[in-house]
């Protein structure tokens, strides 16, 4: 996306990012509406939309603080894609026979389309990756997330009470039985990682 001029509604981004309870209280009033009439619209409910929402808003944040996300168009665009790809997903995955999708015409821009895809499989491989980590023991567990939160290593092993050397052994092997059960999950070829 570089080269590409950030659009003035990066302040959307950034009050989520900064938990400014005006802009997510903004989010809520101006683009929150559209997408629940659209999922009420296509065999949803209120709730259903309000936990699309939820998931969303989630995944832009994680975006945000991971990746650095960029708003090249506007937010509203933006935000409702991401919402109705989520739906669409929600309902594939409930294989709902009785689905009608009203499609309404949008000027949507490419960037917003590509944003939006972007997001939607950060999401998806954070998920995955989510899904796998559960699998593993919780030695595994617990050393992986030490290292996110404890920057050195030495300090990992003495909060944990190991040594250096094996931490950083184990922590090799760790990565390593994650990385193999997300590359052997069936998902895995269908996100492009």
């Given at each position: 996306?570089?080269?590409?001029?950030?659009?003035?509604?990066?302040?959307?981004?950034?009050?989520?990012?900064?938990?400014?309870?005006?802009?997510?209280?903004?989010?809520?009033?101006?683009?929150?509406?559209?997408?629940?009439?659209?999922?009420?619209?296509?065999?949803?409910?209120?709730?259903?939309?309000?936990?699309?929402?939820?998931?969303?808003?989630?995944?832009?944040?994680?975006?945000?603080?991971?990746?650095?996300?960029?708003?090249?168009?506007?937010?509203?665009?933006?935000?409702?894609l991401l919402c109705k790809r989520k739906w669409l997903n929600a309902l594939k995955k409930n294989?709902?026979?009785?689905?009608?999708?009203?499609?309404?015409v949008l000027s949507i821009d490419d960037d917003a389309q590509e944003l939006a895809f972007e997001?939607?499989?950060?999401?998806?491989?954070?998920?995955?990756?989510?899904?796998?980590?559960?699998?593993?023991?919780?030695?595994?567990?617990?050393?992986?997330?030490?290292?996110?939160?404890?920057?050195?290593?030495?300090?990992?092993?003495?909060?944990?009470?190991?040594?250096?050397?094996?931490?950083?052994?184990?922590?090799?092997?760790?990565?390593?039985?994650?990385?193999?059960?997300?590359?052997?999950?069936?998902?895995?070829?269908?996100?492009?990682?």
């Amino acid at each position: 996306m570089s080269g590409k001029k950030i659009h003035e509604d990066q302040k959307y981004i950034e009050g989520l990012l900064n938990n400014k309870s005006f802009i997510i209280q903004t989010i809520y009033d101006k683009f929150v509406p559209k997408v629940v009439n659209y999922i009420k619209q296509n065999s949803g409910d209120a709730d259903k939309a309000q936990d699309i929402i939820q998931e969303t808003i989630v995944t832009i944040y994680n975006q945000a603080k991971e990746k650095g996300l960029q708003l090249t168009c506007p937010f509203d665009a933006y935000f409702f894609l991401l919402c109705k790809r989520k739906w669409l997903n929600a309902l594939k995955k409930n294989n709902n026979k009785e689905v009608t999708i009203n499609e309404e015409v949008l000027s949507i821009d490419d960037d917003a389309q590509e944003l939006a895809f972007e997001t939607s499989l950060f999401g998806e491989k954070q998920a995955l990756f989510n899904e796998m980590f559960q699998k593993m023991g919780t030695a595994c567990k617990d050393l992986i997330k030490a290292t996110f939160k404890i920057k050195s290593m030495e300090d990992v092993a003495k909060s944990l009470g190991l040594t250096y050397a094996y931490a950083r052994k184990k922590k090799s092997l760790c990565i390593g039985q994650l990385t193999k059960l997300v590359q052997e999950s069936p998902k895995f070829n269908q996100l492009n990682f």
